[in-house]
């Protein structure tokens, strides 16, 4: 595959020369990689974007085989700003039901964070129609462009905006 995917993070160890770096081990459901990643939310299970060797990331960043502080990493788990999604530190965390090898532009973009929004209660979305209207509260992208969403998590109100 030429251009990032969805895999699965099933290893991840402590870099033997690098407080801050891990060596995780990813699947993308036929093929294990290791890939070097400084993300502090990067953790065992979680499904994540892998850009491998010989891809491009959205922003242009061609990924080539490195080694980082001497461990090979064969691609890059990517943040949402590795994708040119926004500026939000970490990896992008996405929900267990998206497939291994799926990609990453086919996932709703409402999943592309590295918080989980998934997790947390929506409680209200805002929608742009081709008309220009605001629509509250649709749930369907069909009727436009995603604007913003309202989550409720931890006794608090959260908002999520979209580009």
């Known amino acids: 595959m030429n251009a990032p995917y969805v895999v699965t993070i099933e290893k991840v160890s402590k870099h033997p020369n690098a ?3 891990k060596i995780c081990t990813v699947n993308d459901g036929n093929e294990n990689y290791s890939v070097v990643c400084g993300a502090s939310n990067v953790r065992e299970g979680m499904k ?3 850009a491998p060797v010989g891809s491009t990331t959205p922003r242009g960043v061609k990924i080539e085989k490195a080694n980082l502080r001497g461990i090979d990493s064969f691609g890059m788990l990517c943040s949402a700003k590795d994708l ?3 500026d939000e530190a970490g990896i992008v965390d996405l929900p267990p039901h998206i497939k291994e090898g799926s990609a990453f532009d086919q996932i709703d973009p409402s999943f592309l964070s590295s918080i989980p929004w998934y997790t947390y209660k929506e ?6 129609t081709p008309s220009e209207e605001i629509l509250i509260g649709q749930q369907d992208a069909t009727k436009g462009k995603l604007l913003s969403k309202t989550y409720f998590h ?5 908002y999520r905006h979209f580009n």
């Open 19 to 21: 407080a801050k770096l």
């Open 48 to 50: 994540s974007i892998f």
């Open 84 to 86: 040119n999604i926004s």
């Open 123 to 128: 409680v209200d979305s805002f929608w742009e």
């Open 154 to 158: 931890d006794g608090k109100y959260l």
